[in-house]
């Protein structure tokens, strides 16, 4: 799947989040649970965005080959 | 015996106004590169809200700075070592114009004073263990807090197109974004300083251990920490306010704002986080809601590697600044 850069860093970034679960005192867990909840939550979106993106640019070239 | 302790409060306390002088940059660098204020009417707001922080924040993060050493370890000599560290690797990035953090310089410096004192089983490993995870968190919760906050303000309005009114708007917005940050700046990086003091009262019998911090030392710390801020630092305005990434008045607000979220909320916690780094992230994380590419990595990358290399430098210069004193009595 490609995907642009940006949505890669913020995988990234909730990953980074997610590893340093193991070093975070239990009492400020959901400072890291929620940065990469919030991180996951724009890779989702961006991703989503870019292969409907994808998906409409491909349409019309299809079109164009069936007449 | 008194007059060292007073000393040392002193140096202690132009630490205070280094690392307001030094962090200046941060809270107005994007008031400024705006043009929202003046850079003397941006420094007076900064440093009014640096005191004024007094008034929100408890003591939280100076118990956490006076306890990342074992109450008693910590010498006079000891103190002043990790103040002296602190200071020169402050000195020395600010003369390189690095955004550098004030916080992880003195974290560093009492690390490096204590082994040089009492070696490496004198640190206490859960506050340090703390430390460091948030030095790698607080940026990226800039990044996040300030790529959500400009993206939600871009659906909000974007369909607005008085834009001449809406860049008012942020314009006042910024006001109030940067009176926040440098609360937040004033309440956590004033702590550090009444931390060590709070450590050297404690070492010298002034105070119990388990004291509240008082309200001398935490008057003197937010009026230093003002007026460093007041007498700011000129160089690394432009690294934040210009050279990470092209501002506009939306984003200094947004990242203004995502930063103070951030500090406000590891200050009520007791963390002691760099101000600098949670602003650097925010930057960088109003750059992302263009492109990856509008961001400079390079100058992002340099102010990285500041990151990584503040608390070994000024471990290093707290060691070397104990060793004249090594067999001194206290």
Same mark, same amino acid.
């Given at each position: ?67 | ?94 003369? =390189?114009?690095?955004?550098? %953090?004030?916080?992880?310089?003195? &974290?560093?410096?009492? @690390?490096? +004073? #204590?082994? *040089? ?88 019998? =002034?105070?119990?251990?388990? %004291?509240?911090?008082?309200?001398? &030392?935490?008057?003197? @710390?937010? +009026? #230093?920490? *003002? ?104």
């Amino acid at each position: 799947m490609r995907l642009s850069r940006r949505s890669w860093f913020f995988l990234g970034m909730s990953v980074t989040c997610l590893v340093l679960l193991a070093p975070t005192p239990e009492k400020y867990w959901w400072v890291n649970l929620s940065m990469a909840a919030l991180s996951l939550m724009w890779f989702v979106l961006f991703a989503v965005e870019e292969i409907l993106a994808r998906r409409g640019e491909d349409r019309p070239r299809a079109r164009r080959g069936d007449r | 015996m008194t007059i060292t302790i007073a000393l040392i409060v002193l140096v202690a306390l132009s630490f205070d106004f280094f690392n307001g002088f030094h962090d200046a940059a941060n809270s107005i660098a994007t008031v400024v590169s705006t043009r929202v204020l003046t850079p003397r009417q941006a420094v007076a707001w900064a440093a009014f809200f640096n005191f004024a922080a007094f008034l929100i924040f408890g003591t939280k993060v100076a118990d956490t700075i006076s306890n990342v050493v074992h109450p008693g370890t910590l010498t006079n000599a000891g103190i002043f070592a990790a103040l002296v560290g602190a200071i020169l690797w402050d000195i020395v990035t600010w003369i =390189l114009g690095l955004p550098t %953090s004030s916080s992880h310089a003195l &974290v560093g410096g009492l @690390a490096g +004073a #204590a082994v *040089a004192t009492a070696g490496w089983e004198t640190l206490v490993a859960s506050e340090y263990q703390k430390i460091f995870v948030f030095i790698v968190l607080s940026p990226i919760v800039g990044i996040l807090l300030a790529f959500t906050f400009m993206t939600g303000v871009f659906w909000l309005f974007h369909r607005y197109r008085k834009v001449e009114k809406l860049n008012r708007g942020f314009r006042r917005g910024q006001l109030v974004s940067a009176a926040a940050f440098s609360l937040g700046h004033g309440g956590n990086d004033a702590q550090k300083t009444m931390g060590v003091i709070l450590a050297l009262l404690i070492a010298n019998g =002034l105070l119990a251990k388990g %004291s509240d911090v008082p309200l001398w &030392v935490v008057l003197s @710390a937010h +009026a #230093a920490i *003002a007026l460093g801020t007041l007498f700011g630092g000129w160089r690394i305005v432009h690294t934040m306010g210009s050279k990470i990434t092209k501002l506009q008045p939306v984003g200094g607000m947004c990242a203004e704002s995502a930063a103070a979220t951030a500090i406000w909320g590891v200050t009520l916690a007791g963390i002691p986080v760099s101000t600098t780094h949670t602003i650097a992230g925010a930057i960088v994380g109003v750059g992302t809601t263009q492109r990856l590419s509008a961001v400079r990595w390079g100058v992002a990358g340099r102010v990285v590697w500041a990151w990584v290399l503040t608390i070994p430098g000024a471990f290093v210069m707290a060691w070397i600044a104990y060793l004249p004193f090594k067999g001194l009595v206290r």
